[in-house]
């Protein structure tokens, strides 16, 4: 189902993919600094999980500075917890990237606004940019570090913006529950060499899922 979503005076393309039957959570997904909400890789991760009963919410937002995605992602979460059409008791934010970025700094601002009502459930972060590619030693992990509810990250071990050691120890400093699932000699866009990127893709998209469940029915408890 495809919707405009009003962001100041303009509108945020976005389109549902919806379960069969009503779906209590829902991810909200985006895409990195390049390419829009049809990315490959967010196209089938959404796919996959509406044909496994969860709602998935993904959004274009053109615009590689990261307060104007910020915002705009902040507008996408508003926009479905006010849903009268889709009545979801939480939702996990998610993001490829720069898009990862961006749900991890609106988690950060809606705690630190008090704005803990638990909607938000978890954040997964595929290919998240610890780093620009040769620059080691300035690490984007100030938002991660303020988090307090579950995260997922799922990065390949050869990600030219995540090296492995340097997530590994942000993660160990990390207050909130994590996890970190290597796609084994993965790139920062999810090639590797000899695997197709459906089987690829097919990988990130069981694991992804059965970290929500984990974490759903662990809050259904």
Partial sequence: ??????????????????????????????????GDMNFPHLVSLAAYLASHG??????????????????????VVEYLKLSDDYKLSGVFLAGRSMGSRAAASVI????????????????????YPLHRPKLQSKL??????FIRCPVLFVSGSADEMCEKQLLEGVASKMKAPKKIHWIDKANHGMAVKGRTTDDVMEEINAHVFSWLRENTEQEQK
């Fill in 1 to 34: 189902v495809k919707v405009k979503i009003p962001f100041g005076n303009k509108y945020l393309d976005a389109i549902f993919s919806l379960p069969e039957k009503k779906s209590t959570y829902g991810v909200i997904l985006t895409h990195g600094a390049g």
């Fill in 54 to 75: 969860v709602l998935c919410l993904r959004f274009t937002c053109k615009g590689l500075n990261i307060a104007y995605r910020t915002k705009a992602f902040k507008t």
């Fill in 108 to 127: 950060r601002q809606l705690s630190q606004e008090g704005d803990d009502d638990d909607f938000i459930q978890g954040l997964v972060c595929l290919s």
């Fill in 140 to 145: 984007r992990d100030e938002d991660l570090l």
